[in-house]
């Protein structure tokens, strides 16, 4: 078992405790908060009085700007952490962040797309070859830095150069959802796309396409595509060479109970494409959305790598590679020129 704090109480922070209370290898020991706060877990007023209850792991859900100074902090005290994404603000942010902690190997980031059941699938398709090599993935769905990590991690590329352009333009739309629920009315009004595309060195396209509120509006469809040399997946739907003169077209299924006279409650249980299981869920009965289901496997990820038992969940590196490629598509969409993203010191 792995006792973890978490250093704030926002909408990201209570997604830690609650899912914790329902794994049996982690503990979630208290939470700090600088105000008072009715929670189901210990609250703390200072870092101090957390940490006495020595945490095998700290969890920095806090504010942007807040956060470098935070993880610098318990990095030198020791202290392995688990940071929101992005880890630092800003490019010179990222920079300073990574010379004051990225020698210590104490820090991770809590990217958690990858491990999403219908992405953690895609991304076992991709690397049993099935595709051939990887050559272009496009994602219209999330934003920035998690964007580039399913760009990055289906293509299989590292932290090296890329040269990024970008265009930005505003149409009208129908904004009917927000986190905090139904409009009523439903405004049309502005929303703005970025489009984008990513050329990494040594091989390697990654387009990102999104536009305002995207996560939560219904009225805009999520898309995915990832292309190989032998085929490619768009979504659910993979078109392959299986052998000479034979192309073959296989649905990715998505096997959810629950449904018309299904009695087993709704829930995921696994994600096929043909007979084999890419994905099964380790938390079936649980009744878990992907959200859910993805930053429970990370907490149990840090845990596992806490004690010794499993490798990185997602390196501080990977992390800072990812908003420095998002940072370089605001500029390029600023700018209208072409944005080069040099070596820097992570790489």
Not at 60 to 81: F, H, I, K, M, N
Not at 206 to 215: A, I, V
Not at 333 to 343: C, E, F, I, P, Q
Request: negative net charge.
């Amino acid at each position: 078992m792995s006792g973890f704090a978490i250093v704030g109480t926002g909408w990201r922070a209570e997604f830690f405790w609650r899912l914790a209370a329902e794994l049996d290898d982690l503990d979630c020991v208290g939470v700090v908060s600088r105000s008072k706060k009715d929670l189901p877990v210990p609250v703390f007023g200072s870092l101090d009085e957390c940490l006495a209850r020595r945490p095998d792991f700290v969890v920095t859900a806090t504010p942007w700007a807040v956060t470098p100074s935070l993880v610098t902090e318990l990095a030198e005290r020791g202290v392995p952490v688990l940071a929101e994404t992005p880890p630092a603000p800003d490019l010179a942010g990222l920079r300073a962040l990574w010379a004051a902690v990225g020698a210590t190997g104490k820090v991770q980031v809590a990217e958690q797309y990858t491990r999403m059941p219908a992405h953690a699938a895609r991304v076992a398709l991709v690397r049993k070859g099935v595709l051939g090599e990887p050559t272009r993935v496009d994602v219209s769905s999330t934003h920035q830095y998690h964007a580039v990590s399913l760009i990055r991690t289906l293509l299989g590329v590292g932290r090296g150069r890329a040269d990024v352009r970008a265009v930005r333009t505003i149409a009208r739309l129908t904004d009917p959802l927000t986190r905090d629920g139904w409009a009523d009315p439903a405004e049309v009004k502005d929303a703005a796309t970025v489009i984008a595309t990513v050329e990494f060195d040594g091989g390697g396209l990654g387009l990102y396409d999104f536009t305002d509120n995207q996560w939560h509006n219904q009225l805009l469809m999520r898309r995915i595509l990832v292309r190989g040399t032998l085929g490619e997946l768009r979504d659910n739907d993979v078109v392959r060479l299986a052998a000479p003169k034979t192309i073959v077209r296989t649905e990715i299924v998505r096997r959810q109970t629950g449904y018309d006279l299904d009695l087993d409650g709704f829930d995921t249980d696994h994600i096929t494409f043909g007979d084999e299981v890419l994905y099964r869920n380790p938390y079936q009965g649980k009744r878990w959305n992907d959200e859910e289901i993805a930053i429970a496997t990370l907490l149990r990820d840090m845990g596992k790598w806490v004690r010794g038992e499993g490798p990185e969940p997602y390196p501080l590196a990977d992390g800072i590679q990812d908003h420095r490629i998002a940072l370089a598509i605001e500029e390029a969409a600023n700018s209208g020129l072409t944005v080069r993203v040099d070596d820097e010191p992570w790489h």
